[in-house]
């Protein structure tokens, strides 16, 4: 027999007809769980269920060195990828993939294009093939300079060169360089950084980079990428890939030593932290729902309560158990069907809402919203659950009870008074089961907002108000450098001349704009081993454009030139390391080892945080920051930073112009004012943040929702028996007490189990959170609070209605 038949719809319609008020409100509260379930997961697929657009995905990989006992990324060298290739046994391939931007130049000067530098096997292993032309062949890969060569986008193709049947054999000019254009790849491929549009192969690295990185093991950056063979999982690998990092330590020692190896799926390389946000985001909405479907399930009992009498005369008149369950369950499918439409609606319209609130870079390149099939399918799937959930509570109940007294006595036989409140139940369970998940949805929520707080709270180091920051690349054919230095002191003195320019500056790196570079040195503390710190190159004013105060000895002047002994400013927290409890001016160190040129410290600034805002800088993993005179640690990739007299933030065009001065071959890019940089910085947990108070609030309301209406069903079918108490004297404070202390009993009960909930959820948080022990006594005592008070306030309305009611008028009704 079929679940849903036409006679049973009509009659289901007609029936939710008879109590419209109490249907809205099921199908409100349905609506609500549906829709933000469905928004969430809308976010799930399309960041970690929907596959990438490879040969099968899951067999990719990123790979990555990491340094020292606590294994932080580092990187690898170039040798030390195709070391990997070549010694793995748990591989078919492995390829540098190096995402790099290069200056395109066009027909009105040049553009910054986003670009990937990679081996010939990059491609075939991703499992793509040339739409046109080919991709790259080994001789291509393997001598430097030999073959000036490149393989484009479909977009690139179609959009710069109108889509020229004739484009490959053609040329390009990329940072002043001609490359043979030899394939165009498929629509809508953009490699693995999902938005490349040029590849060159790693043997043309003179494009931007210098040669010597081809043959050097010590300087690392890049990642790699490698397609495992069936049946290798990637611990297999790992251990593969240890193994021979372990081979390779031993035989470079003086640059392989303490370097390992870490492999990651290449979807958890695009996601990083975020993924546990998203996971932690719909384990929240999922509690949401079930807290919606629990009142419903509470509300549903009512109904069924209220019906008892209706059921038991149907039940005598013949009608069948089954039919009747049927009927039941047809009623609950047409209110959640009706509730998944209108939460349908609601998800494309809080995806509107949340999509713009989410920061650059939340989402992973390939992740695209959207309410696709899977969603739907989902949706549905969801919305059939909670039909079955609105059809049970009621089809329970008809079960039970004895047939003759329901006729007899009707609802009255079905109520047990005031003493269903302290009697366990399946409301009472609902009940506190709400008031539990609430509990936990608030605390996860307290926890972020106070993560939140601290990260807002934590000082930069400089000033980025008024200021703006953009970046140039010089090619290095054209500019070596003598001609970096001469380009970076001609464009100071452009900017510094625009009327509401108060100071302008260049140099290697901006904080917090992710573009700090490593380097060893080695103090002159007898014994001491090179460490690892990063390394500023800067013009004079860029601690004055920057706010950061020199707290000892000077600054840079224009007397430190490149043939001028070797200087340096370090950061306060630097010195206390390198130096503790001691004088740090005057202290040299060495660049590399011993034997590397010599600087001497010359001044000691404020400490500025260059990477992020939650580094601890006393510790090892914080990072030794270095200051260089620009003329003495020059770079072809400058960054500028512009300080406005008034605070007003200088346009792109107004910088694009004075560099298209000196020269209209090279493109300003990341352009952004620095506090976009410093915001940024907090903007995926601003948006946790957001995200969950709002779960959390609307699980607040539900729960009190579900409080509120389980007392005042009680109290309704108590009014006799509350009457007669008055009547026989009682005070009403007293009936407001026994309908309040059964009430919280619940609530309380709630209460205990959301907190022992919330200690074991709240794990799920713990790598979003900085500073903040998921087991906050704040945060949990505070959220307590509020959730008894609500609840409370739940408990009251009704009793106090209760304590209110007229003996003679109950009383004469009855």
């Known amino acids: 027999m079929a679940l849903l038949n036409a006679t049973d719809l009509r009659l289901a319609f007609r029936t939710l007809q008879t109590r419209p008020g109490l249907a809205a409100v099921i199908i409100a509260t349905l609506a609500l769980g549906i829709g933000a379930t469905t928004a969430m997961f809308s976010v799930l697929n399309a960041a970690l269920l929907r596959p990438l657009p490879f040969v099968e995905p899951d067999r990719l990989v990123v790979l990555m060195g990491v340094a020292g006992p606590e294994r932080s990324v580092r990187g690898a060298s170039i040798p030390e990828v195709h070391d990997w290739r070549a010694l793995n046994r748990t591989m078919t391939d492995v390829s540098v993939f190096d995402p790099i931007s290069l200056n395109l130049k066009t027909e009105t000067g040049a553009e910054r294009i986003i670009a990937e530098r990679v081996n010939a096997g990059y491609f075939p292993l991703l499992g793509i093939a040339a739409a046109r032309g080919r991709t790259f062949t080994p001789d291509e890969d393997s001598l430097p300079d030999a073959h000036p060569v490149a393989v484009v986008s479909h977009s690139f193709w179609r959009n710069r060169f109108g889509s020229d049947p004739a484009m490959v054999g053609k040329t390009i000019s990329v940072n002043g360089r001609a490359l043979t254009v030899v394939g165009i790849m498929p629509e809508g491929f953009g490699g693995l950084s999902f938005q490349a549009e040029v590849w060159v192969p790693v043997a043309m690295i003179s494009v931007d980079s210098p040669v010597s990185l081809l043959t050097s093991r010590s300087n690392r950056w890049v990642p790699a990428v490698g397609r495992l063979r069936d049946g290798i999982d990637v611990g297999d690998a790992r251990r593969d890939l240890m193994a021979v990092a372990a081979q390779l330590a031993g035989q470079y020692p003086e640059t392989n030593r303490e370097r390992s190896v870490d492999l990651q799926s290449l979807q958890d390389s695009a996601l990083g932290s975020t993924k546990a946000l998203f996971a932690a985001l719909f384990q929240a909405v999922l509690l949401v729902l079930l807290i919606a479907c629990a009142n419903v399930m509470s509300l549903q009992l009512v109904r069924a309560t209220s019906r008892e009498r209706e059921i038991s005369l149907r039940l005598a008149l013949g009608a069948g158990r089954l039919q009747l369950l049927r009927q039941l369950m047809t009623e609950g499918i047409v209110l959640a069907g009706l509730g998944g439409v209108i939460g349908l609606i609601l998800a494309f319209w809080c995806l509107r809402l949340l999509l713009p609130l989410a920061p650059a870079g939340l989402f992973p390149a390939y992740a695209q919203v959207a309410v696709d099939g899977r969603v739907l399918a989902f949706t549905a799937g969801i919305t059939l659950l909670c039909g079955l959930v609105c059809g049970l509570a009621p089809a329970l109940r008809s079960g039970r ?177 390198l130096w503790p409890g001691q004088d740090p001016l005057g202290r040299r160190f060495h660049l590399g080892n011993q034997t590397g040129p010599e600087v001497t410290v010359v001044g000691v600034a404020a400490s500025a945080r260059f990477r992020d805002l939650t580094n601890d800088l006393a510790a090892p993993a914080g990072g030794l920051d270095m200051y260089y005179p620009f003329t003495q640690r020059t770079d072809a990739d400058l960054e500028i930073a512009v300080r406005s007299r008034t605070g007003a933030v200088l346009s792109a065009a107004v910088l694009q112009a004075q560099v298209a001065a000196i020269d209209p071959q090279l493109p300003l890019y990341l352009v952004q004012h620095l506090e976009q940089a410093v915001r940024s910085q907090n903007a995926a947990p601003r948006f946790g943040s957001i995200v969950l108070s709002v779960f959390s609030a609307l699980a607040l309301v539900l729960s009190a929702i579900g409080v509120y209406g389980v007392i005042a069903f009680v109290v309704g079918l108590s009014r006799r028996e509350i009457a007669i108490r008055l009547a026989l004297g009682a005070d009403g404070n007293r009936v407001l007490g026994v309908v309040m202390a059964n009430g919280m009993t619940l609530v309380l009960g709630g209460v205990a189990l959301g907190l022992v909930g919330a200690r074991l959820g709240a794990k799920v948080l713990a790598s979003q959170l900085y500073g903040v022990p998921v087991t906050d006594t704040g945060t949990f005592l505070a959220v307590t609070g509020v959730v008894t008070l609500v609840a409370f306030l739940a408990c009251w309305l009704p009793a106090r209605r209760a304590a209110r009611v007229e003996p003679q008028t109950v009383l004469k009704g009855e």
């Open 401 to 577: 009870g004895d047939l003759s007294d329901a006729l007899r006595q009707g609802i009255r036989a079905s109520s047990s008074g005031l003493r269903r409140l302290r009697k366990p139940g399946m409301q009472q369970a609902l009940v506190a089961g709400e008031v539990a998940l609430a509990l936990i949805l608030l605390v996860g929520a307290g926890l972020m907002l106070k993560d939140l707080r601290r990260r807002i709270a934590v000082p930069p180091g400089f000033q980025a108000e008024g200021v703006v920051a953009a970046r140039v690349a010089l090619p290095r054919d054209r500019y070596p450098v003598p001609e970096r230095i001469i380009f970076a002191e001609r464009l100071v003195e452009r900017l510094s001349a625009l009327p509401d320019v108060a100071v302008a500056t260049v140099s290697t790196d901006l904080p917090l704009r992710g573009f700090s570079n490593a380097a060893l040195l080695t103090t002159d503390v007898p014994g001491a081993e090179p460490v690892r710190h990063f390394r500023h190159g800067v013009t004079p004013r860029f601690f004055e454009a920057l706010s950061i105060p020199i707290l000892a000895g000077r600054g840079f002047a224009a007397a430190d030139l490149s043939h001028s002994p070797g200087v340096a400013v370090v950061s306060e927290a630097t010195a206390r390391r």
